[in-house]
């Protein structure tokens, strides 16, 4: 089955109540899988990279502004990284290293941030480099908790439980996972956008 919900009727008491939801989802799975080409997975957002993203969500939406409030959630729900009972495969386009979210002190401080945390058993991340050949074609951010799949759309946030369409998003999965650089080969990417913001975004 898939459902949605428009962001303005999910988001009609601001962002904390749905950052609630996710940490939920969190809570009821231990293992999850990610892809998210061109922005930081929102469990490995420093609190100033969430209060931009979440700030021009309620600029565009137009929904209660709430910031802090959700900021302080999305930075609750991260706790599953240190807790030792929860497992995460993630995957990030090069892109999202690049995505300027607040600026060059804002990106630098969010990839320390990932580079501190990179070694984490409880986090599995591979970053595709740019040019890396990918055996399907390009495809929309998504993640997988459970027996759900979920989208974040322009207009909503969309739901699948399909057990097809379930297997058609993990192999999805699959295809950008096995083209990812993970370990050393993520690191040096890391720290390539790193030295590129530490130079104001100049290169």
Not at 70 to 98: F, I, P, S, T
Not at 119 to 144: E, K, N, Q, R
């Amino acid at each position: 089955m898939t459902s949605s919900v428009p962001w303005q009727e999910r988001l009609s008491a601001g962002t904390e109540a749905v950052q609630d939801e996710v940490i939920r989802w969190y809570q009821q799975t231990s293992e999850g899988l990610a892809y998210v080409p061109d922005m930081v997975w929102g469990t490995l957002q420093t609190e100033a990279y969430a209060t931009v993203i979440l700030g021009r969500v309620v600029d565009f939406l137009g929904v209660p502004d709430d910031v802090p409030a959700g900021v302080a959630k999305r930075m609750e729900r991260q706790r599953v990284l240190y807790d030792g009972e929860h497992r995460y495969d993630v995957v990030l386009g090069e892109q999202a290293l690049y995505t300027n979210v607040g600026g060059a002190e804002v990106m630098a401080e969010q990839i320390d941030r990932i580079l501190r945390d990179l070694d984490l058993p409880s986090l599995g991340l591979g970053i595709i480099a740019a040019s890396a050949p990918v055996d399907m074609c390009p495809v929309h951010a998504f993640s997988l908790h459970g027996d759900e799949v979920h989208l974040e759309l322009v207009s909503s946030g969309v739901k699948v439980t399909e057990p097809a369409e379930l297997a058609l998003h993990r192999k999805a999965f699959g295809r950008p996972s096995d083209a990812a650089l993970r370990g050393e080969g993520a690191r040096k990417l890391l720290h390539k956008a790193r030295d590129f913001w530490a130079e104001g975004g100049r290169g």
